[in-house]
């Protein structure tokens, strides 16, 4: 499987981005997709997963109320709309898919895609 993920940017804060991820094979409601992310000096921190069928979502107690998870199985793709955005907020981030999405909340990736760059200024 590979990940495309799209749509970072330079925000300032307080603004919105949405994310996008589009997956190479068809869905099936049963996998789940993530978000990570990662800033300089940093380790990876998880974002936000759920199944494709948009049950079982997770999200990190830093994002938690701020964003949101969806997805778009006949079009292959999940989306992270990141709300109310903080500078902390600004790092590298990173699709992943998994077997399940408590799977991911725990790091336990099977597939990672590229990551996408989301700066937000003060």
């Known amino acids: 499987v590979q990940l495309q993920a799209s749509g970072g940017g330079l925000v300032q804060t307080g603004g919105s981005l949405r994310l996008s991820c589009v997956a190479s094979?068809?869905?099936?409601?049963?996998?789940?997709m993530g978000w990570f992310r990662q800033a300089p000096g940093k380790e990876r921190e998880f974002v936000a997963s759920h199944y494709w069928s948009s049950l079982g979502a997770y999200f990190g107690d830093s994002v938690k109320g701020r964003f949101t998870i969806s997805a778009d199985a006949a079009k292959n793709t999940v989306y992270l709309d990141m709300n109310s955005l903080k500078p902390e907020d600004t790092a590298t981030y990173f699709c992943a898919a998994g077997r399940s999405s408590v799977r991911l909340k725990q790091g336990v990736v099977d597939y990672w895609g590229q990551g996408t760059q989301v700066t937000v200024s003060s």
């Open positions: 094979q068809r869905a099936s409601s049963n996998t789940a």
